[in-house]
């Protein structure tokens, strides 16, 4: 039983980085109506950002969240203004195919510049263990979950509380109208657009600190695996993007623990396409945007 | 105005392409020049590009260090490196390319098995040499007499693993097997067990992964709950240092042995302390204590920016196979004659060990036992060995 | 723009469709010849083999207004199929050709039932599982298709006791398949069933108002783009001799889907114009050593930017996403249904 237990919590703090990476990525669709391919490189730059502050300044976690949000965000200021800002009255695959030409010049240049080799990230906490209820978990782990409630509680006040956050919701609702109401559509789609980016650039260096390596590379699969979780959720909303999260990441565990780990990735899929049989707008209820 | 603009950039561009992709293949001369030039195949793009970076470097570094010394019987040797992204498709057309132009002596390449067995039939058609510092799927080099591969058959290494390493030296009884699900970690994992049912040594359990993988906590946490007290890893540096974190981030305390990382200052780099007690099997090793190897590595690092994996080190001897083959045909030197003499050289020696080809076209190594002790790999010598 | 040229060129070519059909035919026919450079052959090859495979995606994206990114999945299992008939059974080409065909389309049919519910990029994400489902199956079922180790020594095709082998006469299988799809896909739009897909395109709901059964229609759809997808892949397999499931990656799903989006969509030319493109760009821009792929990935946004609904991309429908053609349609809706 305990071994169930673990591979559990083990699924849970996978999937909370996960979490972290559905939020930023329904954000993303949410604001800007468009779906994304770019998210893997943000969590990749989010990633390479905190490995050099902590590199070249301090190992100090609130840096590394800073200049990965810092660094993930300006890169979303770019994929705005190459991939979306001329598209938003054009069909929705040609901002897919900018986003897809996109994700292919950052890593590629990621490679060129960063160097191709797999680094090792410098670990800004010290690895302890907690025992609860018989099952051992690791402080990076709780760091993860911790980092990922905090963030997702700030995003969801600045959301409903602040004028940002309105401002934010109502162009995801309906552009026009916002337009008309006297709000910055433009500006706000951008801003929003790079919150979701932040985010993701966060959750970058969670999982480099997780895995304790980076590599330019890395952020193929993430993006993937970010996308399946916010269609899972629904595609635009966000606290049921982080339960898809959670749910991919439980999946994938629980299948390896249960089955085999060769199939780990078809496990997400399979899960994803039942779920979508079986409530073909994901999980929530809402349907916002334009998917 | 703009219209005629837009019509006349198209057909620029248009004759740009065209005229780009006829030039290129022509720009050859005749088979007598006064250098040798080979091939180099590497991924300097895409998802191998870590690998395709290390290939470009070494190989130009033995390059460098032939020239420097006069080259072969005084003829310079020119490295041209052609990207092939990993991709079958564009490694079989660069294939071609070579075929049509005399001036390449040979190939070096390519590093994924799936590119070079797509380029073994135009080259072996052509009749000029593939050596693959890397392909290890066991059908690569019998495809026919032109393929060389020098990575070492697993038919070596998995069975020494097996009973020296993990049953005379470790002293290992129950063993968890972790491999990567790739040619290369399917054929040592294969060998490894036949040799693991021979010895009678007790595995209890066994996982594969994807190539790409990241995530090893739940299947170390499955391993675990089978009770190993020795893991065999067979993978590549990356992977080894990624699972080495991932246990100690587990707590878990079990030995860990690995084949085919070999001794790479990578897994240091990346593991640090957690790979501590590492033991691994290696044809060869870099270590401080051996100063030739040790100053490849320094000059390595310097050139790439990176410590070296064991794939640099076999591509670096591609470079000087090529020479002492080339240095043993009397008479003209000819695309058979390289591999006429390739297939029989004897008594090389290079940085990873001595080569010997068989008749199908790979060789099989001699493997020795190393360990790393803070943070520094050292030879271990005291378990009874028979040849 | 360039529009222009394209239209004046249709101008003409419908003036002398027949000569300059037979003058094409002649000329394709004797391209090897003209050619005999094999690594130009190679490349040729290469791009009459995307042009079909994007020509097949072009069916299921451009003419039916589904999505799906994931078609490197067809193409494993046309390959797969061939190469396990081929090896394993000791099959001759031709058949195993057809069946790779047939049991891609069946696979297509399976892949379109939880599809039809769903649209957009939800229809997107459930092909591009589909896609690494496949790979990961093919990479992990090792009895049947070698798992990891591929499949190698696939043999070369017969044709009356010539072994076709080698880039100067494969070059005619790829051509034979490249216009017997256009041929055949050509004669299929024409007809009811192709004339469906594009009203379900333009506005599902108007055409489902119609009397067109729209379920059926998106589910042949994806079935007959899938039988092509297929039947490259079974061409794909004895061209290289080997396969292995890393050879069908997203990546290269993603690569098709631009071939597609570059050369327009919706339109029979396009695709075959999206992979030219494509491939001489990946070839001829090899000096550029590591920054190749960089320079592809510009070309690709650069492109988008400049012609958006691909290069002889069609303006009367609504795939086309030039601001120009939204409002020559908005006004041409408006004049007819009056404003509001």
Redesign the interface.
Known sequence: MDYYLMQLVNGLSQGAIYALMAIGYATIVGVVGMVTFTHGEVIMIGAYAAFYAFSFFAENLFLGIITSFAASWLLGIVIYKVCYERFFDSPRHIPLICTIGFSMLIKNLAQIVFGPNMKAMPQPIDLGFINVLGVRINTIQILIIVIVISLSTILYIVNSKTRWGIQLRAVSQDKKASALMGINVQRTTMIGNCIGCGLGGVAGMLLAIYYQSILPTMGGVLGLKSFISSVLGGLTNIPAAALGGILIGVTENLGTAFLSNSYRDVFAFVFLVLVLIIKPEGISKKVGGRP | M??YL??IM?VVLLT???A???N??DSGGSGDSDVYKFAVFAP????Y??Y??GFEVATQMAADEINAEGGIDGKEIVLE???T??????S??IS??V??NDEYLAVIGDF???NA??N??ILG?AGIVQLSPTAS???YAG?NEYMFSIMGRQDGEAPFFSTYLLQKYAGAEDVGVIYI???W???AYDNFMLQTEKDGLNVVSE?????????F???L??VR?SNPDTLALIMHA?DV??IA??V????WDVNLTALGPGTSM?II????ENVERLLLSTPFFITEENEEAWAWSEEFKSR????PTVHPAVAYDTVYLLKAAIENIEGDVTRDAVREELQNLDGFVGLTGPIKFNESGDITRKYLIMEIEDGKFIQKTEFDYVD | MISNTFENVKKIYKKHAKIINIVLIILLLIIPRLMPNSYLMGIVCRILMYATLAGSLNIINGYSGQFNIGHAGFFLIGAYTEAILATTYGWSFWPAMIIAGIVTSIVGFLVSLPTLRLRGIYLAIVTLGFSEIIRIIALNWTDVTGGPMGIKGIPSPELFGFRISGPVDYYYIFLIVGILFLFITNRILKSRVGRSWISIREDELAAKSLGVEANRAKSANFMYGAFWAGIVGATYAPYYKFIASDMFTLDEGFNILAMVIIGGQGTLIGPFVGASIATLISEVFRFASQYRMVIYAILIIVMMWWRPQGLVGAYDSILAGDDKSLKKRKKSITQKVGDN
């Open positions: 703009r219209k837009s019509i198209t740009a392409l065209l780009g992709c006829s290129a293949p300097i793009t895409g998802n590009a870590e395709g970076k490196v052609f990207d992204k990993g991709d079958p498709k564009e079989a057309d071609r390319r075929t049509e994924s098995s799936s067995m797509a073994a039939p058609e799927h066991t059908d495809m699900n790739n040619d970690g399917k054929s996982e594969n992964y994807v190539e790409g993988e990241k995530d906590t739940s299947l946490t499955k709950d990356n240092a990624l974190n991932q100690n981030q587990l707590g990578q780099e990346l593991a640090g790439a920016g990176f410590e």
